[in-house]
């Protein structure tokens, strides 16, 4: 598994990582037994690097792994936490006081004195654009009860507006083949600032898996039922803000041009993993075979895959069929 420089932290990562919603709660039931499995499953593949936050699961996700790392002393594992979503997202709360009681509470469910890495998640405009956000950040690092500190962002704008600020380490955007904003002019300026970008929603919550029909549905707790229009939430963040049908169709054609034994999620994760400027790529998984699939398409970096044909047809699926209603917005 390529390791890769984590922004100036002088810390690597995985070239894929491990998103860890999915041990919280809001994809269906995942037992500890599993999420544990999956963690164990996918630092044996190489993985090193954990992304999850406080809200996922009220905490569930962060204690989780709080405990599968006691267990592994020396584990070598950096953990990218975020705070905010578990208040009103007013700017207001954004404030020195709730970012130290914020971090106290993360760094209890880690079981961590200090924390790799803080995300703030997908705060308003507002936050991105105030000094005192990033003084109070800066702090943090000061006092010892944070290492570092990236912000996961909704748009380009706000990534950029964000890159900008001199002490951030990492930016989480939205990436991958149906979300192709990024690469006009985040991906070139975070490179250019030594500043990493982690990919969420790489899988578009599943639709670049290439395995769901338009008839395919999900369990009442999960997202994609709840919030498949943006009812609960961003409606840029289920299916990466992908109509269900249009994405299904598109999964089938870039499906389509892959090479026999390159499976459609392989062959997105290492896409995205292989554009300049990418740091590491954060896939979900619900199971241990999913983990351990992800982490082995890290291989195809490596060469044996054509990553440049299959450049030429996620741009041509992009153009025809998601262009027009994905690139406006994010
Ligand atoms: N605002 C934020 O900062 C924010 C928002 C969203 C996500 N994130 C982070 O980004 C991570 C990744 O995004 P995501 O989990 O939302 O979406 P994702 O990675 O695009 O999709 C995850 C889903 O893809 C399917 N999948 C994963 N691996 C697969 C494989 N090998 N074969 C077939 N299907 C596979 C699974 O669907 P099934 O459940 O159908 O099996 C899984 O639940 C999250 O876990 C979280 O850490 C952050």
Not at 71 to 80: D, E, L, M, N, S
Not at 130 to 154: N, P
Not at 170 to 192: S, T
């Amino acid at each position: 598994m390529q390791q890769r420089a984590l922004g100036r932290t002088g810390r690597s990562v995985s070239a894929i990582g491990l998103g860890t919603w999915q041990l919280g709660a809001d994809w269906g039931a995942v037992t500890e037994e599993d999420a544990t499995a999956v963690l164990a499953a996918s630092v044996d593949e190489g993985v090193t690097l954990f992304d999850t936050a406080d809200v996922y699961g009220d905490g569930r996700s962060e204690s989780i792994i709080g405990r599968f790392l006691a267990a592994r002393p020396g584990h070598g594992i950096t953990v990218a936490t975020k705070m905010g979503r578990r208040l009103a997202q007013e700017p207001e709360n954004y404030s020195p006081e709730n970012f130290r009681a914020w971090t106290d509470r993360s760094r209890a469910n880690l079981g961590v004195d200090t924390l790799d890495l803080v995300q703030l998640h997908c705060p308003p405009t507002a936050v991105i654009e105030d000094d005192a956000t990033f003084d109070a950040l800066d702090a943090l690092v000061a006092g010892g009860a944070i290492a570092a500190y990236g912000v996961s962002v909704e748009t380009t704008a706000q990534a950029l507006a964000a890159i900008a600020r001199p002490n951030v380490t990492n930016v989480q955007i939205i990436f991958n083949p149906f979300r192709l904003k990024p690469l006009d002019e985040v991906l070139p300026a975070a490179e250019a600032a030594g500043v990493a970008i982690f990919a969420r929603v790489p899988l578009a919550s599943g639709l670049l898996s290439g395995r769901y029909t338009a008839t395919t549905t999900f369990a009442s707790d999960d997202h994609r039922t709840y919030n498949r229009h943006g009812e609960a939430f961003d409606r840029g963040e289920t299916f990466s803000g992908v109509d269900f049908e249009t994405g299904v169709a598109a999964a089938a054609e870039l499906a389509a041009a892959l090479p026999d034994g390159v499976s459609l999620p392989a062959a997105t994760l290492a896409w995205i993993a292989s554009r300049p400027g990418v740091t590491s790529v954060i896939p979900g998984a619900r199971n241990v075979r999913q983990a351990e699939s992800n982490a082995a398409a890290a291989a195809l970096l490596e060469g044996g895959f054509d990553l440049a044909a299959f450049d030429r047809a996620v741009r041509d699926v992009y153009d025809r069929d998601l262009r027009a209603a994905i690139h406006p917005h994010w």
